[in-house]
Each structure stands twice: as structure tokens, then as C-alpha cells.
């Protein structure tokens, strides 16, 4: 499947278009330290990791939209203390001026996020993103119980990497996740890429909290070379209004609409199609179709 496909396949699905949870959009400065990052994960990795649109912001906003993206988010991530604040500026300034993105925010384990996590709740940010294998901090630091308590009760959605892929970190995995969830059951938490490798972990944390959901975010794409877990289709079936669209773009090594094509592939139907790539996002994020 190519990206000038997509079109034409929401319109046969019959949707307005579709909902990107995962997509992620940076201070220059920031994103290129991403971007150079990947560029040497090939020996992390044991394989090359390029950027597939590696371009301007105005272009890949362009390129969303032609594809049919209505609304995405601009997840950006703080990977120590004192920079989320920086970044926040940035992603809220991004969010004036391109009005189908999603206003994302982010925060790090330290005194300040009891402050400025609430203030961005009450001014009506959308979406945060934290990342705990790049931030190097466990999800049940004590310093994010006062966050984690505003987000649970402002039902704000946190896109949350806690899985061990692509490499694993001194805090990944579902463990700390469950302890925060056990103490905060009601966080609107996204698990990012089905939380892979751990992906029957975090379907569990799912089916035992309503307000878990996941995001498909680089899920068994042929990038990986690996098949799809026995079991997990059903499970992605049973769950199927909690089933988000994601992708990382613009941070892909493939087409962005190979992420919908592996999602084809599970054959769980239009219907479950349906949900994934536009009907939960919209809900989750009230968009008027």
C-alpha cells in the first residue's frame, strides 16, 4: 500500500478520515537530535533505521492531510529534568497555528511537574506524551504521584512508551505501569506500540481498567520481521473500542501507509478498521466528523 492509497480507502470504509494518536512534531533542535539518534541505531538495532520524511513541518503537516489525517498529535518527549517546560512552549505555539493538530504536551519526574502539569490541564491541553525508556525514570517515580493524581482526575490522555521495544530500559516494562494504575485506576493511559515486546502484559492491564487504551503504533510491521503474537488478534478484536491509530510518523523507516496495511492484514474486519482509524480517536478527542 502506498500513502496516495489512503484516500480512497477511507472513503470506502465511509469515514471522514482518520485520527493519528502517535505522530510526533518537535522543536527543530530537538528533532534532530531524534533524527541523529536513529540515524546511528543501526548497531542498537542490528539494522538501518531511516527516516522516511525527513522534511519540514509545514511539508509533513501537508503530507498528513493529503493522506487524509484530520486530526494527529504533536507528541514531543522530555528526556531530562528542566526541558519539558521548553518544549511545552514549543508544542503549544505548534498547536495555535495548525489547528488540526492536537495540543500535546509533556512532563518529566521532577518537582516542577506538580505545577506546570495541572496549570496545562486547566488551560486545555489535549494529549501528553512521557517516555520512559528515553527519560530513563520509572512510571511510579514519587515525584509523578501528584501528576498522575491530576491526570487521573481531569481524565486527560497520556500516551505512555513503557514496553522494552525497540531497546530495553532500566524502568521498562508493565510492572511500574500497574503500580501507578493500582494507586490511579481511573488514568486515561495509551500505551504506545501495544506496549511491544510486552504486548499480552499491557492487554491485560487494558482489560482490567476501562480507561487503558493502546495505540498500533509500529505493530507488526514488516520492519520487525516477526509474526504476530498467538492470541493477540482476538484480544485487539475483544478490545476494539480502546484500539488507537498510531504511527510515529514522521520517524518511520517505511510508508506510513504500511501501518494501515498490517492492520488490514489481521482481517478483524471493517467494522474493527473502522474504530481503530477514526471512530475511538474522535471520540477520545471529541472530533466533529
Known sequence: MEDSDLPA??????????????????????????????????PLLGRPWPIAYRTSDDDRVA????????????????HRPGVAGFMNDWTRDFAERTPDALWSATFYP??????????????GVEIFKVHVQVGDFAPNDPL???????????????????????????????????????????????????????????????ERHDNVRLDTTMAFVDFWGQPVPDG???????????????????????????????LQRLALGDDWMRSVLWHNGAELFGVDA
Open 9 to 42: 480507502l477511507i472513503e470506502d470504509l465511509g469515514l471522514p478520515g482518520i485520527v493519528d494518536v502517535h505522530a510526533h512534531f518537535m522543536p527543530p533542535q530537538i528533532l534532530a537530535k531524534v533524527w541523529a539518534y536513529f540515524d546511528s541505531a543501526g
Open 232 to 262: 493477540v488478534p482476538q484480544r485487539l478484536l475483544d478490545l476494539q473500542e480502546r484500539i488507537l491509530f498510531g504511527t510515529d510518523f514522521p520517524n518511520i523507516p517505511y510508508a506510513y501507509a504500511h501501518q494501515v496495511e498490517v
Open 110 to 123: 521532577e518537582p516542577d511537574a506538580a505545577t506546570y502539569v495541572p496549570q496545562l490541564v486547566a488551560d
Open 144 to 206: 509523578l504521584e501528584p501528576v498522575w493524581a491530576t491526570l487521573a482526575e481531569s481524565g486527560t490522555p497520556v500516551v505512555l512508551h513503557a514496553g522494552s521495544g525497540p531497546a530495553p530500559g532500566r524502568h521498562t516494562g508493565p510492572a511500574g505501569v500497574a503500580d501507578v494504575l493500582s494507586r490511579h485506576p481511573d488514568l486515561a493511559l495509551v500505551i504506545a506500540h501495544l506496549g511491544m515486546p510486552e504486548m499480552d502484559e499491557f492487554l491485560d492491564l487494558a
Open 63 to 78: 503530507r498528513l492531510r493529503s493522506m487524509g489525517v484530520r486530526r494527529f498529535s504533536a507528541l514531543s518527549y522530555a
